[in-house]
């Protein structure tokens, strides 16, 4: 079985030494924290998430949740007590404002421990991250009624909540869905419909669930123009706010699907279930997309969770299994064979998923902490921290899962025959991280949102922004032969995003299909670079810190040789994804559509 | 459920207009081969495994295969009589020698026809296909009596053949094996050790199995040099030679693992069984090795069938569902929704896999008429086939799962969460696909067989030649402005792969582990440009084929567009690859191996 240990010490070299946390503590947005709280608060969240969470992976994904005839759903054995064990020791509530019973801490500080939780089990962490996210949405659109009666037991885990989008015809186009919402007279509606695809749809771990739920109004317009979104309990409160009536409204199926067993992934019929509208009529999708943007950082961050998780068992592997002998001689002559550590190969697949988990970590954290900043401070720098957070989220969600997906299937290959073996837990790790890639909109989509939306932004302000930031960072980074090669291929890595920009800028007005081709591989330079662009802020801090004599220098220096292998194994793609792009749309638009078929 | 269609159209194409297998027809080797053979042989093998065998993939993966408390193992339902049909049609004896009841057919052709069995239903056909190589080990060392004794039912599909080489502790480092033969003192051996990852290693198919195991005799030289290989039959053959004594081994258990689960991979206990040797005493590696030379081609075909099958499944779907308008405007305005083929991604995605699995599909058929041409001819010409052989076995087995691997994903993605869905398959191709990056030699190992042996071979003769046919095919390429593109492109790989063979001899003697760290990419890089190579002959036979007045012009026209898409989207990346292997192995190796572990 795979064993896991939270990486705080990586958590805080990032928080502490590369985007400043501490030095923010007391500032505003940052009151509640203080710079000495970061140690403690990781290290018992990772001894929790480690020692109590992670045992639970595997046996729970291999029993799966059961559904009854009744329509109720079981979770794996234990699910429910350590629900309540998260739930009371409040690690889900760090970022919650301190009206709501939360600690007021920055979402920073949360999005680290919410990755602890991630890898620990994934499946079972999907039950309490929808609900932040619904939580998001109704705080920013709902009435104070609704807010009142649904958000402070939604904060506490008292109720979970869920996200009702898909339907079996409307997945990643919502303008065609057809559930509908229709006046009851007393301002609520009667929600009817079937979603598909609803993680943590029914369970067994609260006394309540809260659906968010996208439905057509009456005469409501056609397309994504005519969707409202509505808050449908599964148990109505009563007058006191506790769970009252049942609502007609049922997990129909739980989808038998790859991997994520221990999380219900519902088929949820709304047959006439009273439902309450959130914000306007109409304008369900913004109010979606509030939830969508926040659970958008958090899939990149179960992908990379997942790579954290299965590049620990590798490593450990690689220094347990003895398989052949080095090529330069046996390194320990007296044992059976020498350490798999030693082969070139397999320390390449090693040091790749290091180079992705780590820098993707940082990226992610930094991202996480502009959102913190996005809500602080003067219109400026809320403007420049929230354009960070809208150019770079498709990139965290999906070069994240990317990295989820490719680490966790090489640190299966480490493994060998025995990492096929579902006992080992290695396939596991490939089957949930899988997911991360397709849900909260395929990478795809990510990408088009990127190229299609992001970069047009406020007439290209964003990426500009970060071509200063990159440059700035490249200029300053002085001389140092540690980081030499780093810095000459981040700027020639970062001259090939510019090119790429440039081309788009050039030949997508002309032909938006030339946008559309090129928009993953547009997507992957920008994650090279801002990948980069953390490996090089981190590679000064390392060398920084080694200056400064450092007590932990064994750490140090292993940061400054990933990010050198970061350089010469990663960034080089810039050049040809470049290529790729500046092919432009001609041959793929040129096949007609029924060629692709195979007739035999 | 996915549906599957036999491609005997891209076959024929490959077979017959690419790499002129009608034209050697009679030829030494080829006596038994008609020109207008091949048509019909494929066809009605394409009817046979699409109709009979394709629509159990799904189920029989879902039931998986059962051991019962004494030992036996009942395989899913309909597999027996399935395994009945195929061999009583004669498929899996194509090329055996009609003295041996086959047909004399050339290797090449029932390679063509096991893809179709493969994407059918990849764990029902591995029960036929290791049997292939244990009876080429078998005819190439064993006695006469052994030969007459076993050969003809394993032949015939009366009897299947296993492999049995990994052990617990013993893996890819097969000097591990502790596996013991010890003389019986009437010419047989008693067997005792445990065998894992026994793919077929019992099944309820045949009336008995064959296993070819690896051990060691007494007083054997320590590593590899102490291998000798056993025939140990699962019922000793009597008198008539028909299943006699039971053996005394035994499958201890069916693994669990991530996919193939309709294939039984069994843990075997040999507690004295009765062997004999095969071959000589301590020379049981070599003679492993023809087999798994043999099952390393299979290997790659398993990866690049189950991409085809994937590949037929995402076009469909592409073409079958509607989800959000073309760029340019909405190309059926009557439909709610375009079809998912508009949109350039998808489009991208399913030409970057048909450009994987028809370029990996020529390739591999042409590897495996180089195996047929290096048994027959002048010595000369059988030395050239069989170095082409020797170099490409590792492109076709790590690059050809590679591919599988991603197409299988790829095509996943292009079904969003629908793919995730067990019940629509996608997610199985994934599953089954997996393993092929991992055994018969995991994929990093054939880049050390290629890199470390391969290219060293006779002073580099192999990749020499190699370097000429590719030379060759651009120079003869002429003017056509179709394939400008790809000869450009191509003629720029090659540049590549020569100097990155240059930098291999220049810097891998001084330190190996500088050809340990440039294996993958020298891989990859070669399996960039042989497949280039087999575009570019492709390209060419079908603008022949066009200005011939082809009447099935689309095809043509749909092959042209794949080789320019091949020539934009994959060989750019031949130089990045050349720039992460001239970094050579200083960064990977400086890494203390300890300082690769997590502590916190």
Known sequence: MPTYTAPVRDTRFVLEQVIGLPELAGKPGFEALEADMIEPILEEAGRFFAEVVAPTNLPADKEGCTRHEDGTVTTPAGFKAMYEQVRDAGWTTLAMPVERGGQ????????????FMTSANMAF??????????????????????????????????????MNLTEPHAGTDLGLLRTRAEPNGDGSFAVTGTKIFISSGEHDLTENIIHLVLARTPDAPKGVKGISMFIVPKFIPD?????GQRNSLSCGSIEEKMGIHANATCVMNYDGATGWLVGDENKGLAAMFIMMNAARLWVGLQGYSQAENAYQNGAAYALDRRQGRALTGPTEPGEIADQLIVHPDVRRLLLDSRARVEGMRALGLWVALQADLSRHGSEEDRAKADDMVQLLTPIVKAIGTDIGMRVACDMQQVWGGHGYIAENGMEQFVRDARIT??????????????????????????????????????????????????????????????????WLMQNGP????????????????????????MWLRSAKSAASALADGADDAGFMEAKLITARHFAESHLPEAGALRRKLEAGAATVMEMPAEAFARNG
């Open 510 to 533: 002309a032909n938006p299909n030339n946008i559309g081709s090129a928009a993953y591989h547009y997507m992957e330079i920008l994650g090279l670079v801002s990948m980069g662009w």
């Open 104 to 115: 007021g801490l920055p979402g920073v500080l949360s999005f680290a421990v919410e990755e």
């Open 125 to 162: 962490g999907m039950y309490f991250g929808l609900t932040s996210g619904a939580i998001e949405a109704i705080e920013a659109r709902a009435s104070d009624e609704l807010r009142a009666l649904y958000v402070p037991k939604m904060a506490s885990g008292q109720w979970t909540g869920t």
């Open 437 to 502: 890639q397709i849900y909260e909109g395929a990478n795809g989509v990510q990408a088009m949102d990127l190229v299609g939306r992001k970069l047009a932004m406020h007439g290209g302000r964003a990426i500009q922004t970060f071509f200063g930031m990159v440059d700035k960072e490249i200029a300053a980074a002085g001389e140092d032969e540690r980081f030499a090669t780093l810095k000459g291929a981040l700027a020639k890595a970062n001259g090939e995003l510019k090119a790429a920009s440039m």
């Open 239 to 243: 007058a006191d706010g506790n769970p």
